[in-house]
């Protein structure tokens, strides 16, 4: 009989001082793991500040982590984000996740603030606070390769080190703990970086079963036309949506004042793997592959980043979006905030950044010098420091990835109601709304939106404490992950059960948010949406979102939330009644 | 003829570089010097978590530092307070602020943070960023006394190092500048101290005119019975007022749960003086010297801090408050937020701390260990976490000090309107309600309060700008002050026209404010003074204040003040139509 268990290495690096505890039992099972272990795990910090010394910085894997589950190579990051002042997580691949996992080690929880810069080498047998020297303001491959030797490496560039508030912590293999600023709130710690290794292995309680799982969802994954289809995302990455988006008539555009952008096909899928000559590349174990990398092995933009960088700004050439990638990536920067904050920038002052320009600003930006001093602070506090609040594309201050709400209304909600700000990962009603994915629904209607994005929100909030990629989830269910994780872990789960587990998790985020002020009133999308029509043509007509079905739809979403008309809780007690 | 003029020292801690530069005279004109200035200067860096590198940490003095103008020895210190999210500025004397206009210099604005803990030496002629060494950890009095060679200092203790929301930086005096956690963010620079020294003198444009007001503002002084009367504040200390709260039952006691403690003779300002022997001291040149210190040369408590370790936490002990004031002062921590901040937690918990718990619970609140973590945090965060978020007595998460507000009407509504959360310092209509200066109001009424309140909110951030001391007012008005004022820039200002600038003061402060998410919700009294009588007796009946007419004074002061019904700004453009 498998006994699941989990351990959490506490590093407090005040004192310096580091040690092992087991959790119980009961939390793994009611939270699972990566984001839903780490929310859990807030309850006693949700009201520091982001940048308070005692403000803990949780990396968390899952109970599918070093297994063969595909897509489970991954982490979850938690903790309070300086750029929305929300709970914060953040869902990130590569190989750093199933190193930790092999130091036996399921939930990294770092405190404190070191008084000079350090790194951190976790081992399955050690832990070590070593001086950073002079790799503090180091860029990440100058940090990466310094430290690779030690094994995985999560890392922080200048922008982390300067308070940049959508900093990203960045993995050695490329990927991104993005939007949100866990990279600021890294170097406020004075921690570069992380790294471990080990070589211990994930126990599997039922072979059987987990192998008769992972072979359903190999299946699922194949006949999935968004996964391998000849225009999948393994083929071309996520910028296979570029043309999608394009011909939709929903590709945000000069900050949003229009939503097609009649150069699109110049950063496409198809385009990038014509002209980079695009790799297949992705995070240990996958069988998706989608990231892409070019002949020189650098990673390339993902679907956000080049309708961002070229929609966005008015920028056309592929070469300028591809630096500016490479740039954020180098100096430890989110990419969709970084290029949102200055599309706000340049419709205020009249004129979007030229590709001359972008390069100085963004390193400008990471160094908080001359007009980057404003733009490190993304887009709402630069709008409403320049006097226009409203030209801020943003939701509780997090820029609006790449959908324009005019042509998703379900993403209009999802993107409200999300806990950490205006994202698409929450909830990704483009998967049905778009991608017809795994039925369509007329993407001009608010109609039952409400209660499809409740239902995503808890799904998506269980695939992030397996912690799974929702990539999966274009071809398999909770369905064969509730078997997988049976199969881990001994204990029996349904796709309902993990979807209460989801729902906890929500409801607990949203009660911090409350206790720290946020009401109805952040869950609003900017008025541009509610006052101007987009880009109509192609016989599809962009109009204005009409405010009244919006709020209605949002009142809607609180009732089924069990919220009160201001979105929050008339149970003062609700967490003491959480296991 | 006189040229007013004013330098700015700017040091970045993370470059290591500082310039001079000059204050443009407009600047000077229009907001004098320092609440003002730094506040005016803040208009960049309001949107900034107070915890980010690069916001300001500023120290400014105002026009008549460094001539004989009575209680000028004055400076602010402005930035963006940890406690309570908002615009912060508070006054402070003893000698700092004197020395710092001798180095030539009449705003220190300092940002960045230095990757090893320094302190900062300021001269008339060089700056210089030195390593803090073994200070770093190191309390109150030892690190001055390893620093007072350099000139005069301002350090924090334990309690900003760790970053305790409500750390002061202390002067080395033994004057504070307390309440909402400047000490927290000078930690997070890594700054430990900073000294000045210099031998500059301050021009006087009319040396005449100058003299004459002084020698009426000393005229007043004498004649005012709240100054230099046998039951004055030169005599006692602000301690004298323990009797007079007791008598008209508004001594804030069990946590606000009472408002009449039997005891509290134990440490009225006639025992002080006669257990303690208290010697009279003071800032600078000051002529009131309301401080007083023991024969040993420690400062004595304040009336809010005998009030709060004694009736606000049952305790009855002279000798424990004492002791918990010296220990405040050494780690560097407010005495009223830490407190009442026990206070909450012993109604909490269902036991106020005992006299034997106080010191170790003061020690683990700077340290942040044990239950010192959740205590370090203030009670507005402990009370939410803890389940019992009505028991934190505070507004905008500020700590009421010890005026119950169903004693005196006004100063309930000045606490719910003050821009930096429940403080007695922004408009103190004690003075009418109870001192009866310049003229009796009824304290249990509302009618007329609202225009009040307003008038002496711009009166003192004219004074707080100055900088001059409140205490002054007691005495003299801004008739005189306006005259020395005149008389030191040779430009001519009126009583009318430095509550102009008061009141541009305080409405830039609201318009951050707003700007940061704050509305009528935040001015706002905790819901026991609406809900509960205070200890009625003595033929004086302590009712719960009646919300309706509460709420109604408060739309008549948003009126005053030309806000919105949410005490809120309808032109967003406001502050770039100020100078």
Redesign the interface.
């Known amino acids: 009989m498998h006994g699941w268990s989990g351990t959490i290495l506490n590093v407090d690096l005040?004192t310096g001082t580091s040690c092992r505890e087991e959790i119980p039992r009961r939390m793994l099972e009611e939270y699972l793991g990566g984001r839903g272990l780490g929310v859990r795990l807030m309850r006693?910090y949700y009201?520091?500040?982001?940048?308070?010394?005692?403000m803990p910085l949780i990396f968390a894997v899952g109970p599918l982590c070093g297994t063969p589950s595909p897509t489970s190579a991954r982490l979850s990051v938690v903790s309070r984000s300086?750029l929305t002042g929300t709970i914060y997580d953040c869902s990130a691949g590569g190989r750093f996740a199933w190193r930790l996992k092999a130091a036996g080690i399921d939930l990294l929880f770092i405190t404190g603030?070191r008084?000079?810069?350090v790194t951190l080498s976790v081992t399955a047998d050690a832990v070590e606070i070593l001086p950073a020297g002079s790799l503090?303001g180091a860029d990440i491959p100058t940090t990466v390769a310094a430290l690779t030797g030690r094994g995985s490496v999560a890392a922080i560039g200048p922008a982390g080190e300067?308070?940049v508030?959508f900093a990203n912590i960045m993995m050695g293999e490329g990927n991104s703990v993005g939007r949100g600023g866990m990279g600021a709130v890294m170097g406020?710690k004075?921690l570069k970086a992380v790294t471990v290794s080990g070589d211990r292995k994930t126990v599997i309680a039922d072979a059987k079963l987990f192998e008769s799982a992972r072979q359903d969802i190999m299946r699922l994954f194949k006949a999935s036309p968004v996964i391998f289809g000849p225009l999948g995302i393994s083929e071309f990455g996520t910028p296979v949506l570029v043309d999608l988006m394009a011909q939709r008539r929903m590709a945000p555009t000069e900050n949003f004042s229009k939503t097609f952008f009649e150069h699109s096909a110049n950063y496409s899928g198809p385009t990038i793997k014509d002209v980079c000559g695009a790799k297949k590349d992705g995070c240990y174990g996958c069988p998706i592959q989608c990231k892409k990398s070019s002949k020189k092995g650098k990673a390339l933009p993902e679907y956000e980043t080049v309708s961002h960088f070229g929609a966005l700004n008015n920028i056309d050439a592929l070469h300028t979006i591809i630096r500016a990638n490479d740039l954020c990536n180098e100096l430890g920067m989110d990419t969709i905030t970084a290029a949102a904050t200055l599309s706000a920038w340049g419709e205020i002052r009249g004129a979007y950044p030229t590709a001359g320009e972008i390069p100085c600003l963004l390193n400008d930006m990471a160094f908080?010098r001359g007009d980057g001093?404003?733009l490190?602070?993304g887009s709402?506090?630069l709008a409403?420091?320049l006097?226009h609040?409203e030209l801020s594309m943003s939701v509780k201050s997090l820029e609006l990835p790449a959908y324009d709400p005019r042509g998703a209304y379900g993403m209009a909600l999802a993107y409200c109601t999300s806990n950490r700000g205006g994202c698409h990962l929450r909830a990704y009603p483009i998967s049905h709304e778009i991608l017809r994915k795994p039925v369509p629904t007329d993407r001009f209607s608010f109609s039952g939106k409400a209660r499809i994005i409740s239902i995503a929100e808890d799904t998506n909030a269980a695939v992030d404490s397996l912690v799974a990629c929702k990539f999966a989830f274009f071809g398999a269910s909770l369905e064969e992950y509730a078997e997988l994780l049976t199969a881990v872990t001994g204990v029996e789960y349904t796709p309902q059960r993990l979807k209460e587990i989801g729902q906890r998790i929500i409801l607990t985020e949203r009660f911090y948010n409350c206790?720290n002020?946020f009401t109805r009133a952040d869950d609003m999308l900017p008025e541009r949406f509610f006052g101007e029509s987009g880009s109509s043509g192609d016989g599809i007509d962009i109009h204005p979102i009409d405010r009244t079905r919006f709020e209605e739809e949002l009142d809607k979403y609180y009732r089924i939330r069990g919220l009160n008309v201001n979105g929050c809780f008339d149970d003062?007690?609700f967490?003491?009644k959480q296991p």
Chains 1, 2 share one sequence.
């Open positions: 005040t006693d009201h520091l500040d982001p940048f308070d010394p005692a300086p603030r008084i000079t810069p503090w300067n308070g508030l406020c004075n908080r001093e404003l490190s602070l709402r506090r409403a420091t006097g609040p206790a002020g003062q007690n967490l003491e």
